[in-house]
């Protein structure tokens, strides 16, 4: 398998807030799609919102469930300010705040915010990633 993480899917309740909420919330450069999907292009990795329990039936899997999903989404940012001003802005247009900034034991600097679906985005800054 070459090294390479095409889509991220994410199964959401309400496709259209979903959109709403990565469109003008986060910022996300929306691609034209189909009425039942949203695509958005992030570099050569592309962010697809899909209805959860289409999702789950393309899988051929329960859409059932609850709790921590067992993963987050990450983005880097330049400074521990910007991890800051990048909640506030989230919170500020309905975006929850899972963890507040604070340094963290690597050296950096993290926090978390959930999407309207729950979905954990943690937002850090880390001196040791060039990947800014």
Request: net charge negative; aromatic share 12%; glycine share 10%.
């Given at each position: 398998m070459e ?113 309207p679906d ?15």
């Amino acid at each position: 398998m070459e090294p390479r993480l095409s889509f991220v899917t994410l199964g959401v309740s309400d496709l259209q807030r979903a959109t709403r909420f990565y469109e003008e919330v986060l910022g996300l450069p929306r691609i034209p799609t189909p009425p039942e999907v949203t695509f958005f292009e992030l570099g050569k990795t592309w962010l697809a919102l899909y209805p959860r329990e289409l999702l789950a039936a393309d899988a051929g899997v329960p859409a059932a469930g609850s709790g921590f999903p067992g993963f987050t989404l990450a983005h880097n940012v330049r400074s521990a300010a910007e991890v800051d001003a990048l909640l506030k802005e989230v919170a500020s247009k309905g975006g929850r705040i899972a963890k507040p900034g604070t340094r963290a034991d690597w050296g950096g600097y993290t926090g978390y915010f959930a999407d309207p679906d729950g979905f954990l985005w943690e937002v850090a800054w880390n001196p040791q990633f060039p990947h800014t």
